[in-house]
Each structure stands twice: as structure tokens, then as C-alpha cells.
């Protein structure tokens, strides 16, 4: 009897291991279907683009590349991300995956440090507070700091352009064509074009490298990263390939580019004078009420206390 229950919990266990092991090995198998599709759908959705801007010199791959890619499906957030990047100066296409692998590692390490500090040292609670602290920490800030980059090299792109603007129209004035003022501008150090002028390096290559200018001109329209220099990029298009006079199409551009950020500058001081006298209203005018009016409110109480005496 012993012997049969023995070779029964045997038979058992034996069985267990045995679908164990098969079913791990069907989970390694969808598990590596999954992973083989994410990466594929990825591959799809970087070859879908149709902007003509992903660098192909550019290796792709490294470790927060790897686990953005295994971990982030949005399409919503991939484009948010990617729009961050390319703003910041980065084209490939795993630049997107970069900044959602970086903030899910930046979060995870911080979540364990503020733990840990927080257990060594305090109670339960308190590193229940820290852990969640350096999760959001880390993965806030790495998005609003690559955020923040971008704005700022808008920002000075945007100074920049009126600038180079007007150079163009001084070299194609002078005779020069579109393609021999662009190098030109590689060529010479202007001062007022730093950051502008790693975006025409990138176009005199595209150029050099036989993409074709209609090509070479969007791609660095979309480097730009704002909406004056894709419409810059469009006007060169349409004046190469309808032939237009390129001299003319240039000054109306400048002047409307001027135009508009005049009437930016004065719808920004428009707002700070609006927000200048709400502060005002707010901090200066309560202190200006009770310097006015205390000795009258301090003589009527005078009045009133002598007439009560």
C-alpha cells in the first residue's frame, strides 16, 4: 500500500515537472513572439514616417533605446516624445525611444534609492513617501529638462532666422545662387547663426549626397523645429521648382517674418501690462487704501469715542 503511494506521489510530481517545463517553454515562446512583434511594429512605424527627416548615419540601439522600446506602445506618446527630440537635435528614429527608456530607468533608480535611504535611516512610512517621491521625480524631470532644451534652442533658432534671411537675400542679390549661399554660410563664421548653422551643415550634406534639394530642403525645414522655418523651406521649393524670382519671394518673407514678431512683442507686452496691473491691484493697492484712509478712519473713532463720553 505504502509502495502504490509512493510511486502514485512519484508519478505526480514527475507530471508536475513535466508541465512545468512545457509550459515554460510556451511562455519563453510567446514571450519572444511578443517581443519579436513590438519590435517589428516599431521598425514599421519608423520606416512609416513620411517627413524624410530619420538619420540613417546615426547607430541605433543602447540600453534606454532597448527598454523604451520594450515598454512603450503609445503611439500618442512616441510622437510627443519625438517632437521633444528632434526640437533638442536628435533625427534617428530610436531618439523617442531614448527619452521614454530614460525616464522609466530614471524613475525605477530613484524609487530604489529614495527607498532604501529611507528605510536605512527612518521608518517604513517614510520610505514608502520616498520611493514614491523618486519615482515621480525621475520620471518628471527628465521630460520637462529635454523640454526645456527644446524651448530654448527654438527659441534662439527663432532669433536667428530673420538674420540668416537677410544674408541670403545680401548673396543671392549679389548673384550667388540658393545652393552657393547656403555654403557659403557653412563656410564663414557668423556669430548670429550658431545654432542654425549645424542645421546647414546637415543640408549642404544632404545635398553632397545626392538626396536632391527638394528632399535635403524639407528635412531641414522639419530640423528647424518651428513653423517660420518649415514655411521657409516650402517658399525655396516652390521657387525651384516653378522658378520664380527667388530675390522677391525672400524680401516678402523677411518682411512678413518681421511683421509677425512685432505683433508677437506687442501681444506680449499687451499681456504683462495686463498681468503688471493685476499685481498691482493685488499688492499695491491695499497698502495705498490704508495709508489714505487710516487717519480718517482714526479720526471718525476719536469722534465717535468722545461723543460716547
Request: glycine residues 10%.
Amino acid at each position: 500500500m505504502m509502495s502504490a503511494i509512493f510511486f502514485v506521489s512519484i508519478a505526480f510530481v514527475l507530471s508536475g515537472l513535466l508541465l512545468l517545463f512545457v509550459g515554460s517553454n510556451v511562455v519563453l515562446d510567446e514571450m519572444r513572439g511578443m517581443s519579436n512583434d513590438r519590435r517589428l511594429r516599431g521598425r514599421l512605424a519608423d520606416v512609416g514616417r513620411t517627413d524624410a527627416i530619420v538619420e540613417e548615419d546615426r547607430d541605433e540601439g543602447g540600453f534606454f533605446e532597448t527598454i523604451g522600446r520594450a515598454t512603450t506602445s503609445s503611439a500618442s506618446t512616441i510622437a510627443e516624445f519625438e517632437q521633444i527630440m528632434r526640437s533638442v537635435g536628435r533625427y534617428d528614429a530610436g531618439a523617442p525611444y531614448w527619452l521614454a527608456g530614460l525616464r522609466l530607468v530614471a524613475a525605477i533608480a530613484l524609487a530604489l534609492i529614495g527607498f532604501g535611504v529611507g528605510l536605512g535611516f527612518w521608518s517604513m512610512t517614510t520610505a514608502l513617501f520616498l520611493c514614491l517621491t523618486g519615482f515621480a521625480v525621475g520620471y518628471l524631470v527628465p521630460r520637462y529638462f529635454l523640454s526645456s532644451m527644446a524651448a530654448a534652442r527654438r527659441r534662439r533658432i527663432e532669433r536667428e532666422l530673420p538674420f540668416m534671411i537677410d544674408m541670403l537675400l545680401l548673396l543671392v542679390r549679389s548673384g550667388a545662387s540658393i545652393e552657393q549661399a547656403f555654403r557659403h554660410l557653412t563656410q564663414e563664421e557668423a556669430d548670429g547663426l550658431g545654432t542654425i548653422k549645424a542645421t546647414l551643415d546637415r543640408l549642404v550634406n544632404d545635398i553632397d549626397q545626392g538626396k536632391g534639394y527638394e528632399v535635403s530642403l524639407q528635412r531641414w525645414g522639419a530640423r528647424l523645429a518651428i513653423d517660420e522655418g518649415r514655411e521657409f523651406s516650402a517658399l525655396l521649393i516652390q521657387s525651384l521648382a516653378h522658378g520664380t524670382e527667388l530675390t522677391q519671394a525672400l524680401k516678402v518673407f523677411s518682411d512678413t517674418l518681421i511683421e509677425r514678431r512685432m505683433n508677437n512683442a506687442r501681444s506680449t507686452i499687451g499681456k504683462r501690462m495686463t498681468q503688471m496691473t493685476v499685481i498691482m491691484m493685488l499688492f499695491m493697492m491695499p497698502p495705498l487704501l490704508i495709508v489714505i484712509g487710516a487717519p480718517a478712519v482714526t479720526r471718525l473713532i476719536d469722534g465717535f469715542a468722545r461723543v460716547n463720553g
